[in-house]
């Protein structure tokens, strides 16, 4: 049941970098999981990376692992998904999420998600 607000996603050419960020608020906060999704028109939803509870532990998607770092902040209320060496393929909009279940990449361990901010790389 928390709330959650993506920010941070624009156009940036091939190479550059970007970094989202996912403010969230409601109660037990810190008992949840979080993770970050994105979604291509005509694609399912996938997952790029996620985090635990108390920042012990990180997972990634092979398609972005080296290039994408996900930290949160708990006394901020924040998560952030910091994008480099952006390609074209990393072009969706890109969804912040929560959860209880598991340090997951699988999109019903998720109760919680934001509206998505879109990022655009061109070539």
């Known amino acids: 049941q928390v709330q959650l607000v993506e920010s941070g996603g624009g156009s940036v050419q091939a190479g550059g970098s970007l970094r989202l960020s996912c403010a969230r608020s409601?109660?037990?906060?810190?008992?949840?999981?979080m993770a970050w999704f994105r979604q291509a028109p005509g694609k399912g939803r996938e997952g790029v990376a996620a985090?635990?509870?108390?920042?012990?532990?990180?997972r990634y998607a092979d398609s972005v692992k080296g290039r994408f770092t996900v930290s949160r902040n708990n006394a901020k209320d924040t998560m952030y998904l910091q994008m480099d060496s952006l390609k074209p393929e990393d072009t969706a909009m890109y969804f912040c999420?929560?959860?209880?279940?598991?340090?997951?990449?699988?999109?019903?361990?998720?109760?919680?998600w934001g509206q998505g901010t879109q990022v655009t790389v061109s070539s």
């Open positions: 409601g109660y037990d906060y810190t008992n949840y999981y």
């Open positions: 985090i635990s509870p108390g920042m012990w532990a990180t």
């Open positions: 999420a929560a959860g209880r279940v598991a340090l997951s990449l699988t999109q019903s361990d998720y109760n919680s």
